[in-house]
T-cell receptor, first 116, second 115 residues
Framework: EAGVAQSPRYKIIEKRQSVAFWCNPISGHATLYWYQQILGQGPKLLIQFQNNGVVDDSQLPKDRFSAERLKGVDSTLKIQPAKLEDSAVYLC??????????????FGEGSWLTVV | KQEVTQIPAALSVPEGENLVLNCSFTDSAIYNLQWFRQDPGKGLTSLLLIQSSQREQTSGRLNASLDKSSGRSTLYIAASQPGDSATYLCAVRPRSGGGADGLTFGKGTHLIIQP
């Protein structure tokens, strides 16, 4: 079974530029999450999708971050304009469904962003 | 707001020792608790998932326990090996009526097993 796919793996941009990250979840997984992990910290949830609808985006900095999952499968996370403090690993994760105690959440390998 | 704390932040032990990593959380209204492993430059690998109704889970040399009422979990690693060196993250999944169930993570325990 293929895992969660993310691209690009690494990106270096200058502050005020824009960047986009792509995620393809495990086939059949209805729930998709984007997390931000700053060096030395645990991942922090940015946004949760159920199919193509947003369930939770309370921690997404909406002035510069946006995300979409138009057809309920792939998702894109965009940052515009980037700030130095956005340097982090952006992790995509998926789960079969939400609200079930036995559902494991599977993570991709992450997209590493450095803003200079 | 849920908060997850992991102790210790870092640990270095000789190969072969048994060790315990600790995790505590402030809100007991959880669906489950997961332990993850993260290697440098890699994503997260799920090690064990304990449902809120369970007390423990075992996989090979790993055993995780959950005491929901006291807000605590431990990860026990038996007969540690250099390949166990990694950062171990504890995360809880909230019980939410609205469907928002993203994980809340601790900062992790950075583990080094000396050969």
């Amino acid at each position: 079974e293929a895992g969660v796919a993310q691209s690009p793996r690494y990106k270096i941009i200058e502050k005020r530029q824009s960047v986009a990250f792509w995620c393809n979840p495990i086939s059949g997984h209805a729930t998709l999450y984007w997390y931000q992990q700053i060096l030395g910290q645990g991942p922090k949830l940015l946004i949760q999708f159920q199919n193509n609808g947003v369930v939770d985006d309370s921690q997404l900095p909406k002035d510069r971050f946006s995300a979409e999952r138009l057809k309920g499968v792939d998702s894109t996370l965009k940052i515009q304009p980037a700030k130095l403090e956005d340097s982090a690993v952006y992790l995509c994760a998926s789960s079969l469904d939400y609200g079930s105690s036995g559902n494991t959440i599977y993570f991709g390998e992450g997209s590493w962003l450095t803003v200079v | 707001k849920q908060e997850v704390t992991q102790i210790p932040a870092a640990l270095s032990v000789p190969e072969g020792e048994n060790l315990v990593l600790n995790c505590s959380f402030t809100d007991s209204a959880i669906y489950n608790l997961q332990w993850f492993r993260q290697d440098p430059g890699k994503g997260l690998t799920s090690l064990l998932l304990i449902q809120s109704s369970q007390r423990e889970q075992t996989s090979g040399r790993l055993n995780a326990s959950l005491d929901k009422s006291s807000g605590r979990s431990t990860l026990y690693i038996a007969a540690s090996q250099p390949g166990d060196s990694a950062t171990y993250l504890c995360a809880v999944r909230p019980r939410s009526g609205g469907g928002a169930d993203g994980l809340t993570f601790g900062k992790g325990t950075h583990l080094i097993i000396q050969p």
